[in-house]
């Protein structure tokens, strides 16, 4: 819990950053997948150093205790959490760099909707393994919370409640009501779900079917002793480590988060992101900060969006940030709300994607060749390295870890490959 109140804390800042000197676009800063899947791959490396040490072997060490006398679980845990950090850090450095440089707007001038279009279409795509890992827990749930949504916002989107008006700016009249349920058609279902969850959980019904890591994992998670009140700092925990290592994988997490924001301002996103990575890694989280793709999404669904609320969103991190024991009540949310929303919400990334064809000539054999094979290999790629990691190996861990890294993140392969074909093969 105390992780992720440094985590939240470091979101909030970085949230005000983006929608008051970056962007200005009402875009809420999250740790992003692109992020963990670098950090996965550090850390299992590091995992690796130490085979001599079987407690972690079920990936939760922290809930293990170690009897064995050689064996440093503590040390080593510590020591890959700022080695993980330095590399946060690191990425903050690099998107930086990139941002003051103008090398993002430049970019993203030559982005056309060849680029944009499978990118946004594989940022959905690629998350169907987690949200079905989410959803397994209670199909039920999910189910029930994906209905709601869908209903919500589809087939009662339109409905208005009479008692539901917003007052003018300028003089005493009403406006009409505005569409309640489609405005709140993703928090709604969510409070709803959470609720018979809870009732059920009182009822002592099992509804929610977990496995040994996961149910340890939940242990690990409790918030009895967290404290009620404590205002991160950097360096807390220690200082990021800075190695090899962490240099590669922190450039890693730069290139594979780049934003997808509008040409005149990137290079002002990419800046405002970069002191939020900044700060994320000092502080000692796992994981930098990035335009939260769900949160986009859910604009998208309801309909309504606007900088002030995001802005409220942050200034709720930030409280929930400095009280871990608040902030590990997050944690008991149920996996399958999570999958159910993530299933809502990165389906409308999907539709995105595939709307952008339409500013394209979709009937060109160029244009198929591009999407087909970039969302393919993007697919492909990380699959096969997943399977087999070490088919690459360039003698030096640091590149090897660089490679792999990058090639593990579906949105990276589609951009690169998209940004490259698109300006490269004529037509």
Known sequence: SELLARSLFACGISTVLQTTLGSRLPLVQIPSFEYLVPAMVLSSHLTLLTPECTCNASGTA???????????VAGSQATLLREVSGAVLVSGLVQLVLGLSGMCGWAAQRCGPMVLAPSLSIIGLSTYKEAAFFCSTNWGVALLLMLLAVTFSQHLGSCRLPFCTWPQAQGGSMEPSVPTLRMFSVLLPFAGVCIVCAILSCLHIPWESLDLAMAQLSWANSTFHAPWVRIPYAGERGWPLLTPRALAVGIAMAIGCTPLLPSHACNRGLCMEGLGSLLAGLLGTLGGTAASIANTCTTGLTQAGSRFSVQVSALTCMVLGMSPRMAGLLTRIPLAVHGGVLCVTYAVAVGMGISYFQYADIDSGRNIFIVGFTMF?????PRWFGVAPAHLATG????????ISLL???VFLTGFLSFFLENTVSG
């Open 62 to 72: 922290v809930a293990s205790v170690c009897p064995a006398p050689h064996c440093t």
């Open 377 to 381: 290999m993007a697919l492909l790629v």
């Open 396 to 403: 030096w861990v640091p590149l090897d870890l660089l490679f």
């Open 408 to 410: 593990m993140v579906p």
